[in-house]
């Protein structure tokens, strides 16, 4: 679909309501780090709008789990805000483009997880499982993809799976979608 994204055209990729049996695989090749089995520094970074008929919804956007047999690990709240376990932060008004980034480092005591909204720290947050827990990746994540229906319309612009934890002043000089 066509589309204008920051003044420049662009294609992007218009995604329905999953249902627990439908996702998008991702297939991201990152060899498992930070001393653990799986991958457990890495930053998700999404050029993400979602349309008015979507806002007020949950709304997951990763999925660590392959199987798609647990809750989405990242989410836009019906409060607008990203994040995951009862701490949301941040602002995604609909029918704007937006670059949201999830900065997860499972090596760390805390903080293990940083939000960020078009180059803007919106908040950190402690994910409560360590190396290899629930946010560490499996060779195959899913986008877009919850067990128990919480996903909405919405488009998508450009993903990228990075395999590190990037520092917040690079995530910041990324800026918006």
């Given amino acids: 679909i066509p589309a204008t994204i920051g003044g420049q055209s662009?294609?992007?990729?218009?995604?329905?309501?999953?249902?627990?049996?439908?996702?998008?695989?991702?297939?991201?090749?990152?060899?498992?780090?930070?001393?653990?089995?799986?991958?457990?520094?890495?930053?998700?970074?999404m050029d993400v709008m979602f349309p008015a008929a979507s806002s007020g919804q949950w709304r997951s956007l990763f999925q660590t789990n392959p199987a798609n047999s647990n809750d989405g690990d990242f989410f836009v709240d019906p409060g607008n805000g990203i994040g995951i376990s009862g701490v949301y932060a941040g602002n995604l008004p609909a029918d704007t483009w937006h670059r949201v980034a999830f900065v997860v480092d499972l090596t760390l005591p805390a903080q293990q997880l940083r939000k960020f909204i078009d180059g803007i720290l919106v908040g950190t947050?402690?994910?409560?499982?360590g190396l290899d827990g629930r946010w560490a990746l499996d060779p195959t994540a899913l986008l877009f993809a919850d067990e128990n229906n919480e996903?909405?319309?919405?488009?998508?612009?450009?993903?990228?799976?990075?395999?590190?934890?990037?520092?917040?002043?690079?995530?910041?000089?990324l800026g918006g979608a």
Avoid: C, K, W
């Fill in 125 to 129: 947050q402690d994910l409560g499982e």
């Fill in 10 to 45: 662009a294609v992007v990729m218009r995604f329905p309501a999953t249902t627990p049996t439908q996702e998008y695989d991702v297939t991201h090749g990152i060899a498992p780090n930070g001393g653990g089995s799986f991958v457990n520094q890495y930053t998700l970074i």
């Fill in 151 to 173: 996903t909405r319309i919405g488009f998508v612009n450009s993903i990228q799976i990075r395999s590190e934890a990037m520092l917040a002043a690079d995530v910041t000089s």
